[in-house]
């Protein structure tokens, strides 16, 4: 029991430190590194199974205390696996929030489109075309002076703050 024991207790070890590679890890090797770590995770639980006969086969005087190691190899075996789960479910969110932002970036909010439907619209409503071209001129009018409003207020509201300080 105590060579598979020691085999065992190396692998968790060495477990552990791949834990550390996967924040590391860079895409392309991020999915095999968490492969290779989920078949130790498995190769492990198999051990420990083989651990657990093997215990309870022991002199009566050491069985306790063979049980018990092997239940905290146990322990932190599942530990890791749920710190892998962890990490897999992190890396998911991190992913679709990505793909959710590059969607979001790929639209183009344009106002074309928005405009022909209008002109559209327009024209099956009956409105002439200079009519149409008024409109078109004062909302690019309009644009302007919603600008200079803008500055002319921030322009008023720099000279009351360095008029009352």
């Not at 130790?40 to 086969?57: A, V």
């Not at 075996?77 to 959710?100: K, S």
């Amino acid at each position: 029991m105590e060579p598979l024991y020691q085999q065992t207790h190396k692998r968790v070890h060495e477990i552990q430190s791949h834990m550390g590679r996967l924040e590391t890890a860079d895409k392309q090797s991020l999915h095999l590194v968490e492969n290779e770590i989920q078949a130790s995770i498995d190769q492990i639980f198999s051990h420990l199974e083989r651990l657990e006969i093997l215990s309870s086969k022991e002199p009566p005087s050491k069985r306790q205390n063979a049980k018990l190691r092997v239940d905290q190899l146990k322990y932190d075996v599942q530990h890791l696996q749920t710190a892998l789960r962890n990490f897999q479910h992190q890396r998911y969110t991190r992913e679709q929030q990505e793909r959710q932002r590059e969607e979001l970036l790929s639209r183009t909010f344009t106002t074309n489109g928005t405009q022909k439907k209008i002109l559209d619209i327009a024209n099956m409503l009956g409105l002439s075309n200079t009519v149409m071209r008024l409109i078109e001129k004062r909302a690019f009018q309009d644009k302007y002076f919603m600008i200079g409003g803008m500055l002319l207020t921030c322009v008023v509201m720099f000279l009351v703050v360095q008029y009352l300080t």
